[in-house]
């Protein structure tokens, strides 16, 4: 199940379990739709795999299956690492 992540990796935007703005990679690194577009250019920084949309869960199925509450940041933002 995907851990649906809170926040962008580069610039810590919040992106909630609905947001149409999250991208993640197939190892779940997650970052908000500008980050991954112009700053890694749909490639991820961690891995080198592809950055797609996230997909949304339903909102009731969040009450026994919540996203995660941990935020990943990378403390140099990304532009370091792109």
Same mark, same amino acid.
């Given at each position: 199940m995907l851990q649906l992540r809170p926040n962008?990796?580069?610039c810590d935007k919040d992106l909630?379990?609905?947001s149409t703005e999250a991208r993640i990679c197939s190892f779940?690194?997650?970052f908000? @739709? &500008?980050c991954a577009e112009s700053v890694?250019?749909?490639k991820c920084p961690n891995c080198?795999?592809?950055l797609v949309v996230r997909p949304r869960r339903p909102a009731n199925k969040l009450v026994?299956?919540? @996203? &995660?509450t941990e935020r990943v940041l990378k403390p140099a933002g990304c532009?370091?690492?792109a």
């Open positions: 962008c990796e580069c909630p379990p609905e779940e690194c997650t908000c @739709a &500008s890694l250019g749909g080198g795999g592809e026994n299956n919540p @996203a &995660s532009s370091k690492v």
